[in-house]
């Protein structure tokens, strides 16, 4: 049952993670060319706003679904262990953290993802190739701390905010269940609000995972490094460079993730018990 379960859990997750990734692409883009040290024009404008799509297609389901079989499973456990519902902000938290420490499988879409957005390569192979001959295996997990850096903050926000919108909600309609689509709009407000606060830590990811080995104006290294370098050069705006996409990104894409997530948990629930 345990097996199954967690099949159920990696389809539901990997069906959320790729339908946000596919949908929300051109928003990404904009984002990640306004945050680029090279500037929104020199980075491609409005121009090509689908590229790396590939990369992130290939990343989306494995990251998505390696995080919520983590993040139901650590639920699960830390609920038995700790039971009153006084605790369950910060089992939320840890769950979610675990979850995001598990997803270091998408860092090296993410890394070409990135690099495609703001035109430093046209193809996926030509991006492929060129990071390894020049940085190795290592240029592929560039950013990952920084990432990681990033996504434990949001989800700490991010997860207690939907769990407890989601049990709002279900005393508010007398029920012990939501509907996907409130739970659609309970993920739209955590993430969009958990999206704002984080903005500077993305802005700091971005940076390190654009730099490649070799660069000099534009290279970046370390998340304290990053933060001071942009802080001291180009003010505390830059560090909110690109909030605008990402908070109407990740708020229709928390939307659309936990949606499609507990659509597809209830459907999958239809065939089996997912308890």
Not at 34 to 62: E, N
Not at 218 to 235: D, M, P, V
Request: with cysteine; aromatic share 12%; charged share 20%.
């Amino acid at each position: 049952m345990a097996e199954r379960r967690n099949d159920y859990l990696r389809g539901a997750g990997g069906i959320a993670g790729t339908a946000v990734d596919v949908a929300l692409f051109p928003l990404d883009t904009l984002k990640t060319r306004l945050q680029s040290k090279s500037g929104f024009k020199a980075s491609g404008g409005f121009r090509g706003i689908y590229s790396g799509l590939t990369s992130a297609v290939i990343g989306s389901s494995p990251g998505a679904s390696a995080f919520f079989v983590t993040y139901e499973y650590m639920k699960k456990k830390l609920g038995s262990i700790f039971p009153d519902s006084k605790y369950l902000p910060f089992i939320h938290m840890i769950a979610a953290s675990g979850g995001e420490v598990a997803c270091i499988v998408r860092v090296p879409t993410e890394v070409v993802k990135q690099r495609m957005q703001a035109k430093q390569y046209s193809t996926t192979s030509s991006a492929l190739k060129t990071i390894f001959n020049q940085e190795g295996l290592n240029g592929f997990y560039r950013g990952y701390f920084s990432t990681v850096i990033r996504e434990i903050p949001f989800t700490c926000f991010q997860f207690p905010l939907y769990e407890y919108l989601k049990i709002v909600v279900a005393k508010k309609t007398d029920r012990n269940y939501i509907e996907p689509w409130e739970a659609a709009i309970c993920g739209s407000v955590a993430g969009g609000t958990a999206g704002a606060v984080t903005t500077p830590l993305d802005v700091i990811k971005t940076r390190i995972m654009l730099s490649a080995k070799g660069q000099t104006i534009h290279n970046y290294s370390g998340t304290i490094n990053t933060f001071n370098r942009i802080l001291h050069e180009e003010g505390v705006k830059a560090l909110f460079s690109g909030i605008g996409p990402r908070v109407i990104w990740i708020s229709i894409g928390g939307s659309i993730f936990l949606g499609v997530y507990e659509k597809a948990k209830k459907t999958l629930c239809e065939y089996d018990i997912l308890a």
